[in-house]
T-cell receptor, first 113, second 110 residues
Framework: GAGVSQSPRYKVAKRGQDVALRCDPISGHVSLFWYQQALGQGPEFLTYFQNEAQLDKSGLPSDRFFAERPEGSVSTLKIQRTQQEDSAVYLC???????????FGSGTRLTVV | TQLLEQSPQFLSIQEGENLTVYCNSSSVFSSLQWYRQEPGEGPVLLVTVVTGGEVKKLKRLTFQFGDARKDSSLHITAAQPGDTGLYLCAGGPGAGKSTFGDGTTLTVKP
């Protein structure tokens, strides 16, 4: 596609529910990143894929967070047993060459109630 | 851990004024990016700078990368209401990922 597509745009989850957030990157972009953005703050790194390989998951806040990119294109970020502190905007970005900047999607705003 | 500090945190000016926002770090970055983010949207890449001392211009926006590649500035000439948004700097890569500052929220009043 022409840009990075994320779905859903908005998700309300009850505390304890599992959620899955989808990212469809720009076709041909090798690198894919997930970031978390809290209100009033800059994006914080969660995890990074190069093709289907997850090269860095050091930013995932807990073992409730899991990301995959099985065929090297679409990626899914899964959060198990959601908690209120998981409420944030989750941004996906892709890049043909990560040191030249990213193309971000519009994000998924997750609200845990 | 590489940290980026942006200043000022908030800036409110009148249309037509000039402004400069700053991005500083104690770490050296191989490249630095500036993004603009509008409410409800993801950040949009404005520019990447890679060489110490580099200056890039994008219409009324001028970006400078410090000689030591630890800091950067964004200067806007004759600001317009359409320039309103959150300006983020990001440095990297650190093993593939970029580190973002918390941004400067710019409001340009007509």
């Amino acid at each position: 596609g022409a840009g990075v597509s994320q779905s859903p745009r908005y998700k309300v989850a009850k505390r304890g529910q599992d959620v899955a957030l989808r990212c469809d990157p720009i076709s041909g972009h090798v690198s894919l990143f997930w970031y978390q953005q809290a209100l009033g703050q800059g994006p914080e790194f969660l995890t990074y894929f190069q093709n289907e390989a997850q090269l860095d998951k050091s930013g995932l806040p807990s073992d409730r967070f899991f990301a995959e990119r099985p065929e090297g294109s679409v990626s899914t970020l899964k959060i198990q047993r959601t908690q209120q502190e998981d409420s944030a905007v989750y941004l996906c970005a892709s890049s043909a060459r990560h040191d030249y900047g990213y193309t971000f999607g519009s994000g998924t705003r997750l609200t845990v109630v | 851990t590489q940290l980026l500090e942006q200043s000022p945190q908030f800036l409110s000016i009148q249309e037509g004024e000039n402004l400069t926002v700053y991005c500083n770090s104690s770490s050296v970055f191989s490249s630095l990016q500036w993004y603009r983010q509008e409410p409800g949207e993801g950040p949009v890449l404005l520019v990447t700078v890679v060489t110490g001392g580099e200056v890039k211009k994008l219409k009324r926006l001028t970006f400078q990368f410090g000689d030591a590649r630890k800091d950067s500035s964004l200067h806007i000439t004759a600001a317009q209401p359409g320039d309103t948004g959150l300006y983020l700097c990001a440095g990297g890569p650190g093993a593939g990922k970029s580190t973002f500052g918390d941004g400067t929220t710019l409001t340009v009043k007509p």
